[in-house]
């Protein structure tokens, strides 16, 4: 069976919605594994994917500036928080006067999981993509990157 023989079996006269319907699938088969490996150290992707934003930022950022960046749209990013917080995984605290605006950093606990995490997701994501060789995975970056960048 061919890359898109399940989104032509409903038969679409439209190549664009072929190509959202393939990105759609490859995107699903593709997160399953690092779900996977996520669960058993007790993270969610989203988890995962905001102790990573805030490794970046190591001055904290606020909560909208976390969400601004989360790979997936998170509607409630404060209980993600809350649940990080409970694990000692982030800590946060008020910075000015204005108290809705509340600081988060990621703390040593959550630095020493994804630094564990580091190299098994590497490993994952080269077993599910490096048969592509990496000329591919550039030009595959670039043209999804492309599609994100697209007006509506």
């Known amino acids: 069976m061919g890359p898109t023989s399940h989104s032509r079996s409903s038969r679409s006269d439209c190549p664009e919605e072929v190509l959202f319907v393939e990105l759609q699938r490859a995107a699903d088969l593709l997160a399953r594994a690092p779900a996977q490996l996520l669960r058993e150290h007790k993270l969610s992707s989203n988890q995962y994917n905001v ?5 970046g930022a190591p001055e904290g950022l606020l909560c909208g500036e976390i969400a601004s960046r ?9 209980r993600l928080l809350d649940r990080l917080e409970k694990r000692g995984l982030v800590g946060r605290c008020r910075q000015d006067v204005d108290r809705r605006r509340v600081l988060t950093r990621i703390t040593g606990g959550g630095l020493d999981l994804l630094s564990r995490l580091d190299q098994p997701v590497c490993e994952l994501h080269r077993r ?6 990496l000329k591919r995975q550039n030009q595959l970056t670039q ?5 994100c960048v697209s007006p509506l």
């Open 70 to 78: 989360m790979i997936s749209r998170e509607p409630d990013i404060t």
């Open 51 to 55: 102790l990573r934003i805030l490794r």
């Open 143 to 147: 043209l999804i990157a492309a599609c």
């Open 128 to 133: 599910q993509l490096g048969h592509l060789g």
